[in-house]
Protein backbone atom coordinates (compact mmCIF):
# COMPACT_ATOMS: atom_id res chain seq x y z
CA UNK A 1 0.00 0.00 0.00
CA UNK A 2 1.57 3.38 -0.94
CA UNK A 3 1.22 6.41 1.46
CA UNK A 4 0.25 9.67 -0.37
CA UNK A 5 0.00 12.68 1.42
CA UNK A 6 -1.75 16.14 -0.29
CA UNK A 7 -0.83 19.01 0.93
CA UNK A 8 -3.94 21.49 0.53
CA UNK A 9 -3.44 25.82 1.55
CA UNK A 10 -3.16 28.66 0.13
CA UNK A 11 -0.32 29.66 -1.37
CA UNK A 12 2.27 31.12 1.54
CA UNK A 13 0.63 28.55 4.08
CA UNK A 14 3.85 26.75 3.93
CA UNK A 15 2.80 23.84 1.97
CA UNK A 16 6.86 23.94 0.52
CA UNK A 17 8.41 24.25 3.92
CA UNK A 18 6.20 21.33 6.02
CA UNK A 19 6.13 18.71 3.24
CA UNK A 20 10.22 19.03 3.11
CA UNK A 21 10.04 18.39 6.68
CA UNK A 22 7.00 15.34 6.73
CA UNK A 23 8.95 13.95 4.08
CA UNK A 24 12.15 13.53 5.61
CA UNK A 25 10.75 12.13 8.62
CA UNK A 26 8.64 9.75 6.89
CA UNK A 27 11.29 8.80 3.93
CA UNK A 28 8.71 9.85 1.00
CA UNK A 29 9.68 11.81 -1.59
CA UNK A 30 8.18 15.51 -2.77
CA UNK A 31 6.18 16.15 -5.47
CA UNK A 32 6.60 19.49 -5.43
CA UNK A 33 4.66 21.01 -9.32
CA UNK A 34 5.90 24.50 -8.31
CA UNK A 35 9.16 23.32 -8.19
CA UNK A 36 8.82 20.78 -11.31
CA UNK A 37 7.73 23.30 -13.72
CA UNK A 38 10.32 26.26 -11.91
CA UNK A 39 13.19 23.76 -12.99
CA UNK A 40 11.69 23.13 -16.34
CA UNK A 41 11.67 26.77 -16.74
CA UNK A 42 15.50 27.20 -15.85
CA UNK A 43 16.10 24.86 -18.49
CA UNK A 44 15.47 27.31 -20.99
CA UNK A 45 13.59 25.04 -23.31
CA UNK A 46 10.65 26.17 -25.66
CA UNK A 47 8.34 24.62 -23.04
CA UNK A 48 10.37 26.37 -20.20
CA UNK A 49 9.48 29.84 -21.63
CA UNK A 50 6.34 28.97 -22.10
CA UNK A 51 5.72 27.55 -18.80
CA UNK A 52 7.94 30.62 -17.47
CA UNK A 53 5.49 33.70 -18.95
CA UNK A 54 2.41 31.37 -17.27
CA UNK A 55 3.97 30.80 -13.94
CA UNK A 56 5.47 34.58 -13.77
CA UNK A 57 1.67 36.13 -13.91
CA UNK A 58 0.27 34.02 -11.51
CA UNK A 59 -1.78 31.92 -13.79
CA UNK A 60 -1.96 28.44 -14.10
CA UNK A 61 -0.01 25.99 -16.67
CA UNK A 62 -2.80 23.62 -18.38
CA UNK A 63 -3.96 20.21 -16.93
CA UNK A 64 -2.43 19.05 -19.72
CA UNK A 65 0.79 19.56 -18.95
CA UNK A 66 0.70 18.89 -15.50
CA UNK A 67 -0.55 15.77 -15.66
CA UNK A 68 2.14 14.54 -18.04
CA UNK A 69 4.70 15.71 -15.08
CA UNK A 70 3.03 13.78 -12.71
CA UNK A 71 3.04 10.82 -14.25
CA UNK A 72 6.73 10.71 -15.66
CA UNK A 73 7.67 11.87 -11.92
CA UNK A 74 5.66 9.07 -10.43
CA UNK A 75 7.31 6.47 -12.88
CA UNK A 76 10.30 6.82 -10.39
CA UNK A 77 11.41 3.87 -8.33
CA UNK A 78 11.29 6.14 -5.08
CA UNK A 79 7.63 6.42 -5.07
CA UNK A 80 7.41 3.00 -4.61
CA UNK A 81 6.40 3.28 -0.07
CA UNK A 82 4.34 6.62 -1.43
CA UNK A 83 5.02 10.43 -2.34
CA UNK A 84 3.56 13.67 -1.31
CA UNK A 85 1.79 16.19 -3.92
CA UNK A 86 3.06 19.86 -2.91
CA UNK A 87 0.57 22.35 -5.68
CA UNK A 88 -1.39 19.58 -7.04
CA UNK A 89 -4.44 18.65 -7.21
CA UNK A 90 -5.18 22.10 -7.26
CA UNK A 91 -8.75 21.95 -8.46
CA UNK A 92 -11.55 19.54 -9.09
CA UNK A 93 -10.34 18.13 -13.05
CA UNK A 94 -6.81 17.01 -11.49
CA UNK A 95 -8.57 16.06 -8.52
CA UNK A 96 -9.86 13.41 -10.44
CA UNK A 97 -6.84 13.11 -12.74
CA UNK A 98 -5.14 12.14 -10.07
CA UNK A 99 -7.97 9.68 -8.53
CA UNK A 100 -7.39 7.49 -11.96
CA UNK A 101 -3.87 7.61 -11.81
CA UNK A 102 -4.07 5.98 -7.81
CA UNK A 103 -5.19 2.23 -7.19
CA UNK A 104 -7.89 1.00 -4.42
CA UNK A 105 -4.87 0.14 -2.39
CA UNK A 106 -3.38 3.65 -1.81
CA UNK A 107 -3.75 5.36 1.14
CA UNK A 108 -4.80 8.87 0.90
CA UNK A 109 -4.27 11.42 3.55
CA UNK A 110 -5.04 15.24 3.04
CA UNK A 111 -3.60 17.68 5.01
CA UNK A 112 -4.96 21.26 5.13
CA UNK A 113 -2.73 24.12 6.44
CA UNK A 114 -4.93 26.89 7.90
CA UNK A 115 -3.34 30.60 7.30
CA UNK A 116 -5.10 34.00 7.02
CA UNK A 117 -4.79 36.22 4.25
CA UNK A 118 -2.85 38.55 6.01
CA UNK A 119 -0.49 36.32 7.19
CA UNK A 120 -0.16 35.21 3.57
CA UNK A 121 0.86 38.77 2.40
CA UNK A 122 3.44 38.72 5.09
CA UNK A 123 4.99 35.51 4.39
CA UNK A 124 5.30 35.82 0.51
CA UNK A 125 6.51 39.36 0.73
CA UNK A 126 9.46 38.11 2.87
CA UNK A 127 10.08 34.61 0.68
CA UNK A 128 13.57 33.98 -0.85
CA UNK A 129 14.33 31.41 -2.91
CA UNK A 130 17.44 29.60 -4.19
CA UNK A 131 17.41 27.49 -7.67
CA UNK A 132 18.27 24.05 -5.26
CA UNK A 133 14.70 24.21 -4.07
CA UNK A 134 15.71 25.79 -1.07
CA UNK A 135 12.83 28.61 0.95
CA UNK A 136 13.43 30.98 3.50
CA UNK A 137 11.92 34.13 5.05
CA UNK A 138 13.87 37.26 5.69
CA UNK A 139 12.36 37.31 8.96
CA UNK A 140 10.94 33.87 10.08
CA UNK A 141 13.43 31.82 8.72
CA UNK A 142 16.42 33.74 7.52
CA UNK A 143 19.53 32.05 5.97
CA UNK A 144 22.64 32.13 8.02
CA UNK A 145 24.44 34.06 5.85
CA UNK A 146 22.03 37.41 4.20
CA UNK A 147 20.95 36.34 0.62
CA UNK A 148 22.85 32.99 0.50
CA UNK A 149 21.19 29.48 0.79
CA UNK A 150 22.64 27.42 3.77
CA UNK A 151 22.67 24.45 1.80
CA UNK A 152 24.34 25.69 -1.54
CA UNK A 153 25.65 28.77 -1.38
CA UNK A 154 24.21 30.35 -3.83
CA UNK A 155 22.18 33.88 -3.95
CA UNK A 156 18.86 33.99 -3.15
CA UNK A 157 15.95 35.74 -5.36
CA UNK A 158 12.77 37.05 -5.14
CA UNK A 159 9.72 34.67 -7.47
CA UNK A 160 8.55 36.87 -9.79
CA UNK A 161 5.41 35.92 -9.03
CA UNK A 162 5.48 36.90 -5.13
CA UNK A 163 4.59 40.80 -6.07
CA UNK A 164 1.66 41.82 -4.27
CA UNK A 165 -1.03 42.35 -6.92
CA UNK A 166 0.10 38.90 -7.97
CA UNK A 167 -0.12 37.47 -5.07
CA UNK A 168 -3.50 38.70 -4.87
CA UNK A 169 -4.57 36.80 -7.86
CA UNK A 170 -3.25 33.90 -6.45
CA UNK A 171 -5.07 34.03 -3.54
CA UNK A 172 -8.45 34.29 -5.12
CA UNK A 173 -7.56 31.15 -7.34
CA UNK A 174 -6.86 29.34 -4.48
CA UNK A 175 -9.87 29.86 -3.11
CA UNK A 176 -11.92 29.25 -6.11
CA UNK A 177 -10.26 25.94 -6.73
CA UNK A 178 -9.50 24.90 -2.62
CA UNK A 179 -13.27 24.13 -1.61
CA UNK A 180 -13.99 21.39 -3.83
CA UNK A 181 -10.73 20.21 -3.15
CA UNK A 182 -10.97 20.14 0.57
CA UNK A 183 -14.84 19.03 0.68
CA UNK A 184 -13.87 16.14 -1.34
CA UNK A 185 -10.86 15.17 1.12
CA UNK A 186 -13.96 15.31 4.21
CA UNK A 187 -16.48 13.51 2.47
CA UNK A 188 -14.06 10.13 1.13
CA UNK A 189 -10.75 10.44 3.77
CA UNK A 190 -9.84 11.96 7.04
CA UNK A 191 -8.40 15.45 6.33
CA UNK A 192 -5.53 16.49 8.96
CA UNK A 193 -5.93 19.97 9.18
CA UNK A 194 -4.10 22.12 10.77
CA UNK A 195 -3.45 25.76 12.26
CA UNK A 196 -0.61 27.18 10.24
CA UNK A 197 0.15 30.30 12.12
CA UNK A 198 2.87 28.90 14.75
CA UNK A 199 6.50 28.26 14.58
CA UNK A 200 7.08 26.24 11.20
CA UNK A 201 8.90 23.51 14.03
CA UNK A 202 5.64 23.65 16.34
CA UNK A 203 3.92 22.68 13.04
CA UNK A 204 6.33 19.80 12.05
CA UNK A 205 5.39 18.06 15.52
CA UNK A 206 1.79 18.51 14.96
CA UNK A 207 1.52 17.02 11.97
CA UNK A 208 4.06 14.27 12.43
CA UNK A 209 2.07 13.21 15.19
CA UNK A 210 -1.38 13.30 13.48
CA UNK A 211 0.26 11.44 10.50
CA UNK A 212 1.93 8.51 12.48
CA UNK A 213 -1.29 7.36 13.53
CA UNK A 214 -1.55 6.05 9.89
CA UNK A 215 2.12 5.73 8.53
P1 LIG B 1 3.90 27.40 0.13
O1 LIG B 1 4.70 26.23 -0.41
O2 LIG B 1 2.60 26.97 0.75
O3 LIG B 1 3.74 28.51 -0.86
P2 LIG B 1 6.33 28.03 1.68
O4 LIG B 1 6.69 26.77 2.40
O5 LIG B 1 7.13 28.40 0.50
O6 LIG B 1 4.73 28.01 1.34
O7 LIG B 1 6.36 29.21 2.75
C1 LIG B 1 6.08 30.57 2.36
C2 LIG B 1 7.00 31.53 3.11
O8 LIG B 1 6.65 31.55 4.50
C3 LIG B 1 8.47 31.14 3.07
O9 LIG B 1 9.23 32.33 3.04
C4 LIG B 1 8.69 30.35 4.37
O10 LIG B 1 10.03 30.44 4.82
C5 LIG B 1 7.73 31.06 5.32
N1 LIG B 1 7.09 30.17 6.31
C6 LIG B 1 6.70 28.87 6.14
N2 LIG B 1 6.11 28.40 7.26
C7 LIG B 1 6.11 29.43 8.17
C8 LIG B 1 5.65 29.57 9.54
N3 LIG B 1 5.04 28.58 10.20
N4 LIG B 1 5.82 30.78 10.13
C9 LIG B 1 6.42 31.80 9.48
N5 LIG B 1 6.89 31.73 8.21
C10 LIG B 1 6.75 30.55 7.55
P1 LIG C 1 2.98 28.20 -3.96
O1 LIG C 1 3.93 27.20 -3.32
O2 LIG C 1 3.32 29.60 -3.59
O3 LIG C 1 1.55 27.85 -3.72
P2 LIG C 1 3.61 26.79 -6.33
O4 LIG C 1 5.10 26.72 -6.28
O5 LIG C 1 2.82 25.61 -5.88
O6 LIG C 1 3.19 28.08 -5.52
O7 LIG C 1 3.15 27.12 -7.81
C1 LIG C 1 3.72 28.16 -8.56
C2 LIG C 1 3.02 28.27 -9.89
O8 LIG C 1 3.21 27.06 -10.66
C3 LIG C 1 1.50 28.43 -9.82
O9 LIG C 1 1.10 29.77 -9.62
C4 LIG C 1 1.09 27.91 -11.21
O10 LIG C 1 1.36 28.86 -12.22
C5 LIG C 1 2.04 26.74 -11.42
N1 LIG C 1 1.48 25.47 -10.91
C6 LIG C 1 1.94 24.75 -9.86
N2 LIG C 1 1.20 23.66 -9.65
C7 LIG C 1 0.24 23.67 -10.61
C8 LIG C 1 -0.86 22.82 -10.92
N3 LIG C 1 -1.11 21.71 -10.21
N4 LIG C 1 -1.64 23.15 -11.98
C9 LIG C 1 -1.40 24.25 -12.72
N5 LIG C 1 -0.40 25.10 -12.47
C10 LIG C 1 0.42 24.83 -11.43
ZN1 LIG D 1 20.52 26.42 -2.55
Redesign the pocket.
Known amino acids: MRKIFLFF?P????????SEAIGEYFHLPVISTGELLRHEEKSGTALGKKIAQLIDKGELVSDELIHKIIVERIKRADTAKGFIL?GYPRDAEQLQDLLKMLSEHDLILPVE?RVSDKEVIN??G???VCDCGA???II??PPKVAGRCNLCGKELYIRPDDKPEIIKDRLAGYKKSAEPLLAYAKKHHDLISVD?????SE?TEDLIEKLSKYA
Open positions: GPGSGKGTQDIRLGRRTYHYNGERLII
